[in-house]
């Protein structure tokens, strides 16, 4: 058994609404990224419907590749650190034209490192991303949400708090 000794984002879902939402839902409990590189093409006239609802606010899930409005702050290990590597890897070298192994590792260790970034809150923080196109490319939000409570003996569901970083 490995230590753990990172944070990662992993998907997490509390309710049905991302199978709605977006193309493919992510997979509730796998890694997860910002991937607003799938997006870097784009134009506004190619995003509307639930690729749109993908830029605006889904990471995606490294996995399924699918996409998640929320993710939580996870504890990881270096194991689950590089094969989240692995995984994203193989996806752009697959899907995104990545021209050899050795580039779409380095790629994939910077959105892997990217989004280690994010993780620097207390574990099970959930974390949510809000996207824009902008004159300068793809601008990308952050926000985070702190459960304040629950009432465990009313079944009354937590209360987070919001707050941007």
């Known amino acids: 058994m490995t230590a753990v000794t990172r ?3 992993r998907v997490v879902r509390l309710d049905a ?6 193309e493919r839902a992510a ?8 991937g607003g590189f799938e997006f870097l093409e784009d134009s506004e006239q190619h995003l509307s419907g639930k690729r ?16 998640a409005t929320l993710v939580a702050v996870t504890a990881a290990s270096e194991d689950d650190y590089r094969d989240a590597i692995e995984r994203l890897a193989d996806h752009l070298l697959e899907h995104f034209g990545a ?5 779409a590792l380095r790629a994939a260790g910077a959105e ?10 207390g574990l099970n923080t959930l974390l949510a991303v809000e ?4 004159d300068d490319g793809v601008s990308e939000r952050f926000k985070k949400f ?9 079944g009354k569901p937590l209360v987070y708090v919001e707050e941007e970083f």
Do not use: M
């Open 112 to 121: 892997v490192a990217y989004a280690e970034t994010l993780c620097e809150h």
């Open 27 to 34: 997979v509730p409990g796998e890694w997860a990224v910002p």
């Open 99 to 103: 021209p050899d192994r050795e580039a």
């Open 146 to 154: 702190i459960p304040t409570g629950a009432d465990w003996d009313q």
């Open 17 to 22: 609404s991302d199978n709605e939402v977006y």
């Open 7 to 9: 944070k990662l984002p």
């Open 131 to 134: 996207r824009e196109l902008t």
């Open 52 to 67: 749109l609802q993908a830029f605006q606010g889904g990471f995606l899930g490294i996995g399924s590749f699918g996409r």
